[in-house]
């Protein structure tokens, strides 16, 4: 496996790739045309802030599994495009929240206290101290744009400074914010009564330039701190509002282009402070990321979890291993539903039975999905299934039911086209050993795997025998077979576990005899 990091993390995420045996490049200066090469045979990409993960990445990196981001922000990634290709997207949102925070604060002391602008004219050998008049920040209200984890983080430091704090997040409850000791307010609101403003939402369409001139003009003689990322806050809006003295100050880590321009309107003004894209920039917080990342391409690589994917399903770590053998069975029934399935499928159901039904089971109706579309796509997966049941107008519904009859736990896929329809149950036998047990109403057990025949018969003599010498005279061996039928003479079922696939003029062979309703071949291609 290749994973192609082209963002620089720590060494400690590295080293674990390494140790996981997996081939390291690292390409920090890749962009464009050299990017699409770079990614063509890699199977994980690492990035971070520095690296525009585009919908031609994914076009150009037919085997990504994951793309994993070392820190907080994805607006650099397509995550839709990441779906649409079946690949991972997962970041760290826990490693640099601190980092994140630490740095709003230090930016807040060093704007009301011009910390920078002293620093520069003293090492020019200037005694500036009658220039310098800040202001405190204990007794004044900040305004908090974002409660998220850093939004939080630094509602506790700088309430324990003591700044009265108002937050505007339209997604958070009131009791977490009065837990901080932040109080709730409209958006408006919290600019009329900011002192400080400080951002905290990631960039997305909803807020990019959720701060611009209007916004600015309700915080005369206020400061404005963005450490979450350019966009947020209109940048030639700010740049007007501290030069013509709107604006007390700001500071500014993020900008809506990295690595800025040197006519970048921010950097002209002597009141802002700017740094570059700092904020998560702490040892501490980038051995956190880079190792959360690692591990986490492991565990894709691995099919297990992935702890922080934004675009596929997850499983609690813990709850993985009772899950996980029902991943199979489930993507297998899903499988055989639809490949007996003659109809167009507009309605898929994954029913569970028994004690399968405690758990979490998104992944496992993912992987159902994945099942039910695989002979329609080629390059589907638990991350995609959801989203092409979506686009096709495709109902899927899920049903849990303590209850289970025969087994201790069962998995039915049905496929269905709002006329018609076909169930494949599975469970597992001594805990771990797949098979199907019902197939279309009838009683069943078969082993799932490789290639199978499926023939509805009616119970008369010589039917086996007829369908043996058919499969024998094409040299197709049978591996197992299972006969279940409801009544004596009446319809039955019987299904072959084949060592080869069933020429077709065979299958239509078997059909055409009077005896036989139906033959379905189905493929599971999991005979490894
Ligand atoms: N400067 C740096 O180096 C770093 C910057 N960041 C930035 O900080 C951002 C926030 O990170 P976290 O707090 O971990 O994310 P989070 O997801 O925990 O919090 C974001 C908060 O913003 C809120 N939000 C979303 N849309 C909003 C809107 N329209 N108006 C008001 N609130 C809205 C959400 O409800 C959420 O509570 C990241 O997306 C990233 O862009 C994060 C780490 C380091
Ligand atoms: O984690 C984030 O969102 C950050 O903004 C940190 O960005 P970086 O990893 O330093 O490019």
Known sequence: MKVLVTDPIAD????????????????????????????SDANALVVRSGTDVTEAVFEAAPDLVIVGRAGIGV???????????????????????????????????????????????????????????????????????????????????LGSLGMELVAYDPYIGQERA??????????????????????????????????AEDELALMEGGYVVNCARGGVVDEPALAAAVEDGTLAGAAVDVFADEPVDADNPLLAVEDIVVTPHLGAATEAAQEHVATSIADQI?????????????????????????VQPYIELAETAGKIAAQMFDGRVSEVRVRYEGDIADEDVEFVTASALKGVFEPLEWQVNAVNAPKIAEERGIEVTEEKTRQSEDFQSLVTVTVGDGTDSIGASGSLFAGD?????RLDGYRVDAVPHGQM????????????????????????????????????????????????????????????????????????????
């Open 12 to 39: 400690a995420g590295l080293d674990r790739l390494r140790e996981a045996g997996y081939e390291v490049e690292t390409a920090y200066d890749v962009e464009g045309e050299s990017l699409l090469d770079a990614v």
């Open 75 to 157: 607006d650099n990634i397509d995550i839709d495009a990441a779906t649409d290709h079946g690949v991972i997207v997962a970041n760290a949102p826990e490693g640099n929240v601190r980092a994140a925070a630490e740095h709003t604060v230090a930016m807040a002391f060093a704007t009301a206290r011009s910390i920078p602008q002293a620093h520069v004219r003293l090492r020019a050998g200037e005694w500036a101290k009658g220039d310098y008049l800040g202001t405190e920040l204990n007794g004044k209200t900040l305004g908090i744009v974002g409660l998220g984890r850093v939004g939080q983080e630094v509602a506790k430091r």
């Open 178 to 211: 009065e837990q901080l000791g932040a109080e709730l307010v409209d958006f408006e609101a919290c600019l009329e009564h900011a002192d400080f403003l400080t951002v905290h939402t990631p960039l997305t369409p909803e807020t990019e330039g959720m701060i």
């Open 298 to 322: 492991v565990a894709a690589f691995n099919d297990e979890p992935v702890a922080n994917a934004l675009n596929a399903p997850s499983i609690d770590e813990s709850a993985f291993p009772r």
């Open 433 to 437: 050993d797949p098979r199907i047990v």
């Open 453 to 528: 025949l499926v023939v509805r018969n009616y119970d008369r003599p010589g039917v086996l025998g007829l369908i043996g010498t058919v499969l024998g005279d094409n040299d197709v061996n049978i591996a197992g077979m299972f006969n279940g039928r409801e009544t004596v003479g009446g319809e039955a079922m019987t299904v072959y576990n084949l060592d080869e696939p069933v020429p077709d003029d065979a299958v239509e062979q078997i059909r055409t005899d009077e005896r036989i309703i139906d033959v379905k071949q189905i493929t599971l291609g999991n005979d490894d």
